[in-house]
Structure formats: C-alpha cells, structure tokens
C-alpha cells in the first residue's frame, strides 16, 4: 500500500507545482495578467482547497474516492490551454477541490502505523516531486507555452493508473490510533505549531505565486525563476531528509528563531536582485520551512488530530499569502510587498514567544 502512496504523492506533487509555475507564467506571458490576477490565481484554488479540507474534518471521506481525483485534476488542468481568463478561475476551483480530497486521504492511510520513518519517507516522496515539478517548469514551458498542461495531464494519469492497480490494498476506514499520548500536547503548543506552519506556507504562497512576476520584472529568464523556486524546495528536501526518523522539535526558540528568519528571507528576496542573495534567501526559506511542516504532519497524524486540519492551515497559509501578495504588490509594488509580509510574521514571532523572552532576558539579566 505505502509504496503506491508514495508514488502517487510523488506524481500529483508533481503536477501541482508545475502547473502552477506554468500558470503565472502563462498568465502574465499570454494572459497579460497584473499581480492582483495572479494573486486571485493563487487565492482562487487554496481558497476552496482550505474550505473543503475544513469540511472533511468535521465529516471526513470513508472510501476510495481520491483515486480518481488525480484524472480529473488532469483533465482540469488540460483545459487551461483552451479557456479564457474568467473559465481559468471556475478550473482552479474543481482542481482545488479534488486536491483537497487527495492530500488528506493519502495521508490518512499513515494513521494506521505510528512509525515515524513511514510518515518521513512519504515526505521526502511528495517534496521530491515538489522539487522536480518546480524545476522542469521553467524548460518545459519553455518548450510551449501548452507543453506544461500536456504533462499535467500525463503525470495525473499515470498517479490514476498506479492508485486503480492497487485499489484493494489501499483503506481509509481504518482503526484510528487510540491517542494516548494526545493529552500530553497542550493546546498552547498545538496551537503555535499550527500557527508557525501557516506563517512558513503564507510566507511560501507569495513567493510562489507572485516571485516569477518579479523575476520577469526584472529580466530573469523562465527556466532560471523556476530553478529559484525549486531550490526552496530542494533545501526542504535535505531538512525533510534529516527530520526522516526524528520526533516533534519542541525548543521553545523554534518559533521565534523561524520567524526571524521568515523575515530575514522575505528582505533579501524582495530587495535582493543578485543571483547568490536570492538562493541563500530561498534556501532558509526552504530549511526553516521544513521544520514547521515536520512538527505539524506529526501531531496530526501520530497525535489524532485530523490531517484535514494540518491541510487546511497548508491551503489557508498559501492563499492568504499569494493573495496579500498579490493585493500589495498592486498597491505598492513587489519588493515593498515582501518587506510587509516579513514584518507581519516577525511582529506574530514575537508576540507568541513573548512569555519565553521575558524569561530568557530575565534569566540572563
């Protein structure tokens, strides 16, 4: 079973990110899109992906209906190639929706086992697909402005064909585990590591969608904005990596240490213009990252506490973040856009660790 899973979160990773990098790209190339369009884009489909992974874990699905999901996201996507402006929004909303069914399916079938080195395989399999989706678009965009909506296509069908074939040995309806441990997490903690991943996806929302528009602002080529964004997720990778077999990081510094360098990353981006600034800045984007989406998949899985929820923060980070982006780069411009969203996440930093540095500057007074 966890070796299909694997394969189709690889895939569907896959088609995800390079459909989305395609999409702006097409947008602002063919489309002749503003930020404010291109940050709808991204609102569009995060916005109904948070709704209904919201839905389904007050009611979630007890079947195999997410092995069709990847053909019709497919399907969806293909017909990008054909639709004008207003038909591309409506197209974002049933391929988020369907994605919405995929994430939190696959990775309910983890709830079965409470083996760490599983949960860390399964994300090395999707962020590697994070990975290559990121850095082929830029080459195959490049080929046709179609060509990415063609392999959408493709790689969708392949994830149907592996998910049908094992059909019998995949299982929602399982035995959740019996949650001993829940009561050992407090609520506060809970709640800082849910509110730290949404900052790391708010944060990576408006670099996703709204950095290739600054990036052909100011003369990169396609292939070279998509290697930028694939490195984040590269650096991600590497964490994912090292985080494989390893419990929750509970130091009491994550937080404010993440926000920091949340922030640190979001100026070198927005006013970074040479090559090495912007990879560095992408790279502790990318690590710091890692560590906020390894706390929160744990706790929600190991924990029981619902992986729709965990994929809700996910979607709401990205579509307020490519929104808000979007919204200020219009107002403002681009780089004044990311100098506000790092101090948002630095001011939420330190309000949050607000009790644990006064005890460490009282401690050390």
């Given at each position: 079973?966890?070796?299909?899973?694997?394969?189709?979160?690889?895939?569907?990773?896959?088609?995800?990110?390079?459909?989305?990098?395609?999409?702006?790209?097409?947008?602002?190339?063919?489309?002749?899109?503003?930020?404010?369009?291109?940050?709808?884009?991204?609102?569009?489909?995060?916005?109904?992906?948070?709704?209904?992974?919201?839905?389904?874990?007050?009611?979630?699905?007890?079947?195999?209906?997410?092995?069709?999901?990847?053909?019709?996201?497919?399907?969806?996507?293909?017909?990008?190639?054909?639709?004008?402006v207003p038909l591309i929004f409506i197209i974002l909303l049933f391929g988020g929706a369907c994605y919405a069914i995929f994430w939190p399916s696959v990775q309910t079938c983890f709830t079965?086992?409470?083996?760490?080195?599983?949960?860390?395989?399964?994300?090395?399999?999707?962020?590697?697909?994070?990975?290559?989706?990121?850095?082929?678009?830029?080459?195959?965009?490049?080929?046709?402005?179609?060509?990415?909506?063609?392999?959408?296509?493709?790689?969708s069908t392949i994830a149907f064909c592996v998910l049908m074939y094992n059909k019998q040995h995949l299982f929602l309806d399982i035995k959740q585990p019996s949650g001993e441990t829940k009561?050992?997490?407090?609520?506060?903690?809970?709640?800082?590591?849910?509110?730290?991943?949404?900052?790391?996806?708010?944060?990576?929302?408006?670099?996703?969608?709204?950095?290739?528009?600054?990036?052909?602002?100011?003369?990169?080529?396609?292939?070279?904005?998509?290697?930028?964004?694939?490195?984040?997720f590269t650096s991600r990778f590497v964490a994912f990596f090292l985080l494989m077999d390893k419990p929750l990081i509970l130091h009491p510094a994550v937080f404010i240490l993440s926000c920091?360098?949340?922030?640190?990353?979001?100026?070198?981006?927005?006013?970074?213009?040479?090559?090495?600034?912007?990879?560095?800045?992408?790279?502790?984007?990318?690590?710091?990252?890692?560590?906020?989406?390894?706390?929160?998949?744990?706790?929600?899985?190991?924990?029981?506490?619902?992986?729709?929820?965990?994929?809700?923060?996910?979607?709401?980070?990205?579509?307020?973040?490519?929104?808000?982006?979007?919204?200020?780069?219009?107002?403002?411009?681009?780089?004044?856009?990311?100098?506000?969203?790092?101090?948002?996440?630095?001011?939420?930093?330190?309000?949050?660790?607000?009790?644990?540095?006064?005890?460490?500057?009282?401690?050390?007074?």
């Amino acid at each position: 079973m966890y070796q299909a899973i694997y394969t189709a979160s690889f895939l569907m990773a896959w088609v995800g990110n390079l459909f989305s990098i395609s999409l702006t790209l097409f947008l602002v190339q063919v489309k002749q899109s503003g930020p404010f369009i291109i940050g709808l884009v991204g609102f569009t489909g995060n916005f109904i992906y948070t709704i209904i992974t919201f839905l389904l874990s007050r009611r979630p699905l007890k079947n195999n209906t997410f092995i069709y999901t990847p053909i019709a996201i497919g399907i969806f996507y293909f017909l990008i190639i054909f639709s004008p402006v207003p038909l591309i929004f409506i197209i974002l909303l049933f391929g988020g929706a369907c994605y919405a069914i995929f994430w939190p399916s696959v990775q309910t079938c983890f709830t079965a086992t409470n083996d760490d080195l599983k949960i860390g395989i399964y994300n090395l399999f999707w962020s590697a697909g994070v990975i290559l989706g990121t850095f082929s678009a830029g080459f195959i965009y490049a080929l046709s402005h179609h060509a990415p909506f063609v392999v959408t296509l493709l790689l969708s069908t392949i994830a149907f064909c592996v998910l049908m074939y094992n059909k019998q040995h995949l299982f929602l309806d399982i035995k959740q585990p019996s949650g001993e441990t829940k009561e050992h997490l407090s609520p506060i903690l809970v709640r800082k590591i849910r509110v730290l991943n949404f900052l790391h996806f708010f944060v990576s929302g408006s670099v996703f969608y709204l950095y290739p528009k600054l990036g052909l602002l100011r003369g990169l080529s396609p292939q070279f904005i998509g290697t930028i964004i694939g490195v984040i997720f590269t650096s991600r990778f590497v964490a994912f990596f090292l985080l494989m077999d390893k419990p929750l990081i509970l130091h009491p510094a994550v937080f404010i240490l993440s926000c920091l360098l949340f922030f640190i990353s979001c100026v070198m981006i927005g006013y970074g213009s040479h090559p090495i600034i912007i990879l560095i800045s992408v790279i502790i984007l990318g690590i710091t990252g890692a560590f906020a989406y390894h706390n929160s998949l744990l706790i929600h899985i190991k924990y029981n506490l619902k992986p729709e929820i965990h994929e809700c923060i996910l979607g709401a980070g990205t579509f307020f973040g490519s929104l808000i982006a979007g919204l200020l780069g219009q107002i403002f411009n681009l780089p004044s856009a990311y100098i506000i969203i790092g101090s948002f996440v630095l001011i939420v930093g330190l309000w949050h660790s607000r009790h644990y540095l006064f005890s460490f500057l009282f401690q050390n007074s």
